[in-house]
């Protein structure tokens, strides 16, 4: 700690983050003995906030429910971490560009010019979604997560109504998607926050069901991928091309290829998809000469997309 002020905002922020914490705990953190931590807490309630002391063998700290914190009440890493999310906020898929933009502002006025610098050295010069949600749907969505309420909307431009237990709000690549259980289907379904036009509250709660796997962003993930079980793609094959080929490709590969070094001249790259036609036409797609390697399936769906080409082709 760089001194006592210093030492009671980090203080104060632990509180607000775990309203219960040991006296020996809050000294540990703080690198004080417990008697200044008991002197600290002395002081903040001197200063109007509402710490309570706990009972037990080891004692300890909570800070009362209702007690009112004042504004950018962060330390040096969490302003900075702050500033930076709302610096890269358009890119979130959330419609809020020009609100993160002012928040941003409003941030950076206050904060020490030390602080001030460390943000303004990230140029970050984000590119927004192609499509944007609504942040007044986004948190009426995540109100009826929160709320464990059956949740009806319109989807899509038709409107088309659902009925759904709504279990998790989940980003990826820049859009938001609502994992449910859909009534009328009878299983887990994705929908997309931006194409979602809530109904009137039904009020009605349910008891959330587990999500396969235990995790929604996995199970997420692994739908978009056409996995039923784990995130992992149902298809994976492999191939052999010369190692210039595959250095020519490997700015286009997804995350997840692998590329395997064979020789100086040949290299392994392989990929997944949710099918072998799509696979065999990914591979297709890079537009260099290859060898299938495995399995079978993948070489038979390459022969068949042969023929098809060739078929189109034909005068």
């Known amino acids: 700690m760089s001194g006592p002020s210093s030492r009671m905002l980090t203080l104060l ?13 809050l000294a540990g953190r703080l690198e004080v003995s417990p008697r200044t931590v008991r002197r600290d807490v002395d002081r903040l309630r001197e ?21 009112d914190l004042p504004p950018l009440l962060f330390d040096d890493d969490q302003a900075v971490a702050i500033a930076l999310a709302l610096a890269v906020a358009p890119a979130s898929g959330a419609d809020i560009a020009e609100s993160a933009a ?16 460390r943000v ?11 499509t944007t949600t609504d942040p007044d749907v986004l948190v009426a969505v995540s109100e009826v997560v929160h709320l464990r309420e059956v949740f009806r909307f319109g989807y899509g431009e038709n409107e088309t109504p659902h009925r759904v237990e709504p279990h998790a709000v989940i980003a990826r690549n820049g859009r938001w998607y609502l994992l449910d259980w859909d009534l009328d289907r009878d299983d887990w379904s994705t929908h997309r926050i931006d194409r979602i036009t809530p109904r009137m509250r039904t009020r009605v709660p349910f ?7 235990g995790d929604p962003v996995a199970f997420v993930s692994a739908r978009f991928k056409g996995s039923a079980r784990a995130d992992v793609w149902p298809c994976v094959g492999s191939v052999t091309m010369t190692a ?51 399995p079978e399936d993948l070489a038979c769906s390459v022969r068949a997309l042969s023929a098809r080409l060739s078929a189109s082709a034909a005068d």
């Open 102 to 117: 002012r928040a941003l502002a409003t941030v950076r006025q206050v904060m020490p010019a030390r602080l001030r610098s």
């Open 244 to 294: 210039a080929d595959a250095r020519t490709i490997g700015p286009y590969l997804p995350e997840d290829a692998v590329v395997e070094p064979l020789s100086d001249e040949r290299s392994r790259v392989a990929l997944g998809s949710w099918s072998w036609p799509g696979l065999a036409g990914a591979f297709a797609a890079f537009a260099v000469d290859f060898v299938v390697e495995g």
């Open 207 to 213: 008891t959330p069901r587990p999500v396969p796997g």
């Open 47 to 67: 200063f109007g906030y509402r710490v309570e002391a706990l009972r037990g063998p080891a004692g300890g700290y909570r800070l009362a429910a209702g007690s």
């Open 13 to 25: 922020s632990l509180l607000q983050v775990h309203r219960d914490w040991p006296g020996d705990e």
């Open 120 to 130: 303004d050295a990230v140029q970050a010069v984000t590119a927004t979604s192609r």
